[in-house]
């Protein structure tokens, strides 16, 4: 763990940058647009998730500084591990499972898709790894992580179903619209074997919580040996 503010000032600051570069770069604000169509997706929300979380970290961390303390730059720790594995999902779940279905339609190597489907999901793991202190995780947390994704996955699904098409502009050839904005849940097409995809999902993601939550446990344990000691 680094303590050190400065250093988790300026690690913070070039990734709210990098990150929020990246989803005005997606919406097309870099082209003189802005399709609020991207707004309706999980990688959006969860990039936009993850520059809310930097911009309160910068916050905390310019006041720890002004108040000369410079020995810790933990800040929201319960809420900072929750954000890093939800927007780590926009990771693992499109290089996974989206980029197979996509790929020759979709430019993989622009600076946009990096950033918002690889570059900002690591930035905030990595800014939890480096700068969290162990010991505040909470067990329940480890449920609080899959609170977004399934309330994300039940609004777009209302937004479907209400008449919103997220298929414009993808290789669909069936001519229906597409009231569900991933394969994996869509049960127009792949019927009740979105299921399966949703509860592996959440299941996979619940194993990376428990991780997570039981790696902080045993990290404070040590600490708490070694002070003791």
Excluded: E
Aim: with cysteine; hydrophobic share 55%; glycine share 6%.
């Amino acid at each position: 763990m680094i303590k050190n503010k400065k250093i988790a000032l300026i690690y913070r600051s070039a990734a709210v940058l990098i990150a929020t570069a990246g989803i005005l770069d997606l919406l097309g604000a870099f082209q003189g647009s802005f399709n609020i169509n991207i707004l309706y997706f999980y990688t959006a929300l969860s990039n936009i998730l993850a520059i809310v979380l930097f911009i309160m970290l910068i916050v905390k961390t310019i006041s720890g500084i002004r108040k000369d303390d410079i020995d810790n730059a933990s800040y929201f720790p319960r809420f900072s591990m929750i954000c890093s594995v939800n927007v780590m999902i926009t990771f693992v779940v499109f290089w996974v499972l989206l980029v197979p279905q996509l790929a020759g339609f979709l430019p993989l190597w622009t600076f946009s898709n990096l950033a918002v489907h690889a570059i900002t999901p690591l930035l905030c793991l990595v800014d939890y790894i480096l700068f969290a202190k162990s010991g505040h995780i909470k067990y329940r947390d480890v449920y609080y992580i899959v609170i977004f994704p399934i309330s994300y996955m039940i609004a777009s699904s209302v937004a479907g179903l209400a008449g919103h098409d997220y298929g414009i502009g993808l290789p669909l050839t069936d001519g229906a619209p597409v009231r569900f904005p991933y394969f994996f849940y869509d049960f127009d097409r792949i019927g009740l074997l979105a299921l399966v995809y949703i509860a592996g999902i959440v299941v996979f993601f619940l194993i990376i919580g428990h991780v997570l939550y039981f790696m902080d446990k045993r990290i404070r344990q040590k600490t708490d040996a070694v002070n003791q000691n």
